[in-house]
């Protein structure tokens, strides 16, 4: 769904902990998944992607999971360090067609 | 390797004038999307173009608004007779032919005034 005119939700970790941020998509004809990292100022930067015949894929310090069955998203960042400081959107693209669509965000805090 | 570029970065207008937006996609892609992205909102896909064709502009607003990818040179986006509605970062990003992943320039924050 979309959040319009919402404060984004704000996680706040401790520097060295993990971090699991959630993101539940609508469409259940999407067949390909998104993380991004937007800075403030700056455009969305990406992070790790999944396709929807895979349930988990793991990259450098992160891994995303896929719940096809409940249509959840979860992106796990191990170690959260200050530069994860940002806010995380999902994005989602569905079968027909190459356009993106995006989650509201959330944003996350990292404490020293 | 250069990434998307987009220029200018910061563009302001005043009401009832046109704003220009320049997107040159990462080198090797052949796909240009736009976006738009209100304060503390998500992006909202806009557009969807390949050289010198638009093959997705389902959410671009039907009046003012128009996008091009011509042949040689960068993608436009071309917003006429601006409002204050129309303030927001507008992001482009590029991806390769049959690829899925989307890749962000830095995007054009424009005000209106």
């Known amino acids: 769904g979309e959040n319009v005119g919402l404060h984004l939700p704000t996680l706040s970790v401790q520097e060295g902990d993990n971090s699991i941020i959630n993101c539940a998509y609508s469409n259940s004809a999407s067949d390909y998944f998104i993380w991004y990292k937007q800075e403030s100022g700056k455009g969305p930067q990406f992070i790790i992607d999944i396709r929807s015949n895979m349930d988990k894929r793991q990259g450098q310090r992160v891994t995303v999971l896929l719940n096809k069955t409940v249509k959840h998203l979860s992106l796990q960042i191990a170690a959260t360090q200050p530069g994860d400081s940002a806010v995380y959107f999902c994005?989602?693209?569905?079968?027909?067609?190459?356009?993106?669509?995006f989650g509201g965000g959330t944003r996350l805090m990292v404490k020293p | 390797n250069a990434g998307v570029m987009q220029n200018p970065r910061h563009l302001v207008r005043r009401r009832g004038q046109e704003a220009r937006l320049r997107c040159s996609p990462v080198?090797?892609?052949?796909?240009v999307y736009w976006y738009r992205q209100l304060p503390e909102e998500g992006l909202k896909f806009m557009v969807y173009?390949?050289?010198?064709?638009?093959?997705?502009e389902s959410g671009m607003p039907k009046e003012r608004f128009s996008a091009e990818f011509p042949k040689e040179g960068p993608s436009i986006l071309r917003i006429q007779q601006v409002v204050r509605g129309d303030s927001a970062a507008y992001f482009c990003?590029?991806?390769?032919?049959?690829?899925?992943?989307?890749?962000f320039g830095p995007g054009t924050r424009l005000t209106v005034t």
């Open positions: 173009l390949q050289k010198e064709n638009i093959i997705d």
């Open positions: 994005a989602e693209k569905q079968n027909a067609g190459n356009m993106l669509t």
């Open positions: 990003a590029s991806s390769r032919q049959g690829a899925y992943e989307q890749y």
């Open positions: 080198k090797g892609h052949s796909h």
